[in-house]
C-alpha cells in the first residue's frame, strides 16, 4: 500500500515538472534578447544568465548601430570598480564573465553608452 502511494506521488511529480519545464521554456523564449530588443532603438541591459552562478554566466544586451562607445563596468558591493569590458558588437549580444576571474560574492554590472549608464543590474557568484 505504501509503495504504492510512493509511486502515484512520483508520478503526480513527475508531471508536475513537464509542467513546470514547459513553463520554463516558454519563457526563456518570451525573454530572449533577440524578442525583447530586435526592433529597439534604445541600449538595454538584460539580467545575467544563469544567477547566481559558479563557473560563468552570460550578460546579454542591445546597442542600436548608431552608438559610438559602450562598456561594461563591473563593481563589488562596496561599489569599488573591479573590471571595465568593453563592447564592439551592436545589435543583439552578450559578454561571458568567467567565474574565475572573481572572487565569489555579490556584484553590480552597468552598461555605460556614450559616457551615460543605461542600466545596472545584480549577478551572484558562488563557490
Same mark, same amino acid.
Given at each position: 500500500?505504501?509503495v ?8 503526480l ?13 516558454k519563457f526563456e523564449?518570451? %525573454?530572449?534578447?533577440?524578442s ?5 532603438s534604445i541600449?538595454?541591459l ?5 544567477n547566481?552562478?559558479k563557473?560563468? %554566466?552570460?550578460?546579454k ?6 552608438i559610438?562607445k559602450?562598456?561594461l563596468?563591473i563593481?563589488n558591493m562596496?561599489g569599488i570598480?573591479?573590471?571595465t569590458?568593453p563592447?564592439? %558588437?551592436?545589435?543583439?549580444s552578450s559578454? %561571458?564573465?568567467l ?5 565569489p560574492g ?13 542600466d545596472?543590474k ?6
Amino acid at each position: 500500500e505504501g509503495v504504492k502511494e510512493l509511486s502515484d506521488e512520483i508520478d503526480l511529480l513527475k508531471k508536475q515538472n513537464e509542467v513546470l519545464e514547459k513553463k520554463i521554456s516558454k519563457f526563456e523564449k518570451n %525573454t530572449s534578447t533577440s524578442s525583447l530588443a530586435s526592433n529597439q532603438s534604445i541600449p538595454s541591459l538584460f539580467q545575467n544568465y544563469p544567477n547566481p552562478f559558479k563557473q560563468n %554566466t552570460d550578460i546579454k544586451f542591445y546597442l542600436p548601430e548608431e552608438i559610438n562607445k559602450a562598456e561594461l563596468l563591473i563593481f563589488n558591493m562596496n561599489g569599488i570598480h573591479i573590471k571595465t569590458l568593453p563592447i564592439i %558588437t551592436k545589435g543583439n549580444s552578450s559578454i %561571458t564573465i568567467l567565474g574565475n576571474e572573481l572572487q565569489p560574492g555579490m556584484y553590480f554590472y552597468s552598461l555605460i553608452v556614450d559616457g551615460k549608464e543605461i542600466d545596472t543590474k545584480r549577478m551572484i557568484l558562488t563557490e
